[in-house]
């Protein structure tokens, strides 16, 4: 049933932001082709304007994606909606799982896509300055030795499993404020549950992060079974940044994502 459900998704969400997504890339490019082209034909244009609008357009899939799929499942799990998504012969638990997997695919592509029109921007900037693609591509590579690969792998794979917490937390929450005893808040409840869980969130992080013996140490770059605590109360500068925050990252989404199918499938509330 969950197939069914992803498939479902996918049609119809899926529709929906790649149109979206199609505008945007083509707002981007349109935008430096207004830049690109006078400066081609050797005009001396300012190109400022259009590159924060190229900007803005690549960095928006993200966001677009993400705000308006919560909004949809939010919709599908409450009031009129709701009762055509509780009448299919699917479990709580089977509905959460096929939104929260579209919901990360989702994001993960437009991330993806925000990327490479960034990088594109880059490039179109380089040949305007009469730097070529390989020149770039070199000047990336001293860059990434220069902080270090290990640093670099590590700073990007806590961010996705950050981002793909907060989508998961994000749908947790919303399926928490459905239930009977907050769903005649309606969508309020809803707010003021992700404020909640941004609060708790940032506390919990914060400390793990600080407390927890494991983190990367700034001087080598390597994972180190360390916590910031006695650096930080020492008054020196920490050579050791926490990463404490993902295993807390994890046990939160984790623990939000059980009462989140305990809500749909035992408290639902479509009033």
């Known amino acids: 049933m969950t197939r069914t459900l992803l498939a479902e998704e996918l049609r119809t969400l899926g529709t929906v932001h790649a149109k979206t997504v199609a505008v945007l890339l083509i707002i981007g490019a349109g935008a430096l082709a207004v830049g690109l082209v006078p400066h081609a034909l050797g005009a ?4 400022l304007m259009t590159t924060v609008g190229a900007l803005v357009a690549f960095v928006l899939p ?3 994606v993400l705000v308006h799929g919560l909004t949809e499942y939010w919709q599908s799990v409450h009031g009129p909606r709701g009762y ?3 009448s299919l012969p699917a479990r709580g638990r089977e509905v959460l799982t096929a939104k ?3 919901l990360l695919t989702a994001t993960l592509s437009a991330f993806v896509i925000t990327v490479a029109g960034l990088a594109l921007v880059v490039l179109a900037h380089s040949w305007m300055d009469g730097v070529s693609p390989v020149q770039v591509w070199d000047r990336a590579l ?3 030795h220069l902080v270090g690969p290990t640093e670099v792998w590590t700073v990007l794979g806590a961010a996705l499993v ?3 917490c907060s989508v998961v937390i994000g749908a947790s929450v919303m399926s928490i404020a459905a239930q009977t005893r907050w769903g005649h808040l309606g969508v309020a409840g809803a707010v003021i549950g992700l404020l909640l869980a941004y609060l708790a969130c940032q506390l919990l992080y914060s400390a793990a992060m600080i407390l927890l013996p494991i983190g990367i140490d700034l ?3 390597l994972i180190v ?3 910031m605590l006695s650096e930080l109360l020492s008054g020196i500068e920490p050579t050791v940044l926490g990463l404490g925050f993902l295993p807390a990252a994890i046990v939160l989404t984790a623990a939000l994502v059980w009462w989140a199918v305990h809500c749909l499938e035992h408290h639902a509330s479509l009033r």
């Not at 001396?44 to 190109?47: A, F, G, I, L, S």
Request: proline letters at 4%; aromatic letters at 4%.
């Open 142 to 144: 001293t860059l990434l």
């Open 62 to 64: 993200v966001p677009v």
């Open 162 to 164: 950050q981002v793909g």
């Open 44 to 47: 001396d244009v300012v190109t």
């Open 84 to 86: 055509l998504t509780m």
């Open 100 to 102: 929260v997997l579209y």
């Open 225 to 227: 079974t360390r916590s």
């Open 219 to 221: 001087r080598t770059g």
